[in-house]
């Protein structure tokens, strides 16, 4: 959750810096939004046992929909080949293999024993088993962020934030009627 917060704080500075608003944001006409928060939401909220992993791979279909009805907006094509780069991973090997050496040098020890002891819905401790090590959870992040994450994650990030900075840059279309400008005000 750390790396999306701070993706979204480095996009709006970005943009800031560029030249862009704010109110770019609130033009950006996202289809399907509510389907993007249930799927995130049944990522986080996905129920452990013999469901977890069908609810993942739903959730996962709910964010390729989204970004699928999004890909006019620039970085949408970005964010669908991260999600597709995560779902490959996680549907050959039935959940995110995550190194352990990967949870070690993102200051993840508990978790890392959690995995051991308790396994997990989502994410699993990567055995020899796995494949496609090279797209699961490797990149190790440290404290203070303190996450593993993977090339798609990466990927869908850098999406984020290009939909995000593009959006505050954008300028108003002519045709989408009158855009009220503050007329410049003379001293007396």
Do not use: C
Request: aromatic letters at 6%.
């Amino acid at each position: 959750m750390k790396p999306v917060l701070i993706t979204l704080v480095i996009a709006v500075a970005i943009g800031l810096f560029a030249g862009g608003r704010l109110s770019g944001l609130s033009a950006l006409r996202l289809r399907w939004a509510p389907l993007a928060l249930l799927g995130l939401a049944l990522q986080f909220l996905a129920p452990a046992g013999a469901w977890s992993f069908p609810v993942l791979l739903v959730s996962f279909a709910m964010l390729v929909a989204f970004a699928l009805a999004n890909l006019r907006i620039p970085g949408f094509v970005l964010i669908v080949v991260g999600i597709a780069m995560n779902l490959t991973v996680i549907g050959i090997n039935g959940g995110m293999p995550v190194p352990r050496w990967s949870l070690e040098r993102s200051d993840q020890i508990g978790e890392l024993q959690y995995l051991i002891d308790h396994g997990g819905a989502k994410h699993h401790l990567a055995t020899s088993d796995d494949h496609l090590l090279f797209l699961a959870d490797v990149i190790p992040i440290p404290s203070p962020i303190r996450q593993a994450v993977s090339a798609g994650d990466i990927v869908a990030y850098v999406g984020v934030a290009f939909v995000i900075v593009s959006a505050m840059r954008r300028r108003p279309d002519p045709d989408e009627g009158p855009v009220a400008v503050a007329e410049p005000t003379v001293g007396a």
